[in-house]
């Protein structure tokens, strides 16, 4: 469905949305396909169906995006047929994950060692002292510290163990 020498043309939005569909969503899929099948239950997902999918990758991201409003088209399409209340509904999340209870719990030790660790404070990306005593004090901030977590850890993967990478990144970072 998507060009991979688009890449460059394309809005961060496009890009974000190309990871998930490529990462996430088969993941999602998966998990989705057990729940169900564990329950008795057959499951569909009317809006991947290849056609949608197909055309939908075909519409620039301001108009899928315009103003911030999430599932745009979608809404306008169809928000003549849905009550007031389906259509401005706020409330509706996808599966928690227990982010907060992991960082103070099992993995309290990991991302500790993580944050005091050389490279972490050399690359002064965060302000590694303030994180973990967020991760002790604050249960409201494990969405973000998580994400700072899997940038550190990333970085070790592809900045520090890969110099070939990091040449590319600083060549493709100097030409933008």
């Not at 469905?1 to 890449?7: G, I, P, R, Y």
């Not at 301001?62 to 306008?76: Q, T, V």
């Not at 940038?151 to 993967?157: A, D, F, G, T, V």
């Amino acid at each position: 469905v998507f060009l991979t020498d688009t890449v460059k043309k394309d809005s961060y939005f496009d890009l974000m949305t190309r990871f998930d569909f490529k990462t996430l969503l088969p993941a999602l899929l998966h998990v989705e396909d057990r729940v169900s099948m564990a329950h008795g239950l057959e499951s569909r997902v009317p809006f991947l169906d290849h056609r949608l999918v197909e055309l939908l990758a075909t519409v620039p991201s301001n108009i899928k995006f315009e103003g911030g409003k999430l599932k745009k088209l979608l809404k306008d399409g169809l928000g003549h047929h849905l009550p007031r209340g389906v259509l401005d509904r706020t409330d509706k999340m996808g599966f928690p994950v227990p982010l907060t209870e992991w960082l103070q719990g099992e993995i309290r030790d990991f991302v500790h060692d993580v944050f005091t660790s050389q490279k972490a404070r050399e690359r002064e990306l965060v302000d590694n002292l303030m994180v973990l005593g967020k991760v002790q004090s604050e249960s409201r901030y494990g969405r973000n510290i998580w994400g700072m977590l899997c940038l550190e850890l990333w970085q070790r993967e592809f900045h520090d163990k890969a110099p070939q990478f990091r040449k590319m990144l600083e060549r493709e970072i100097a030409v933008a």
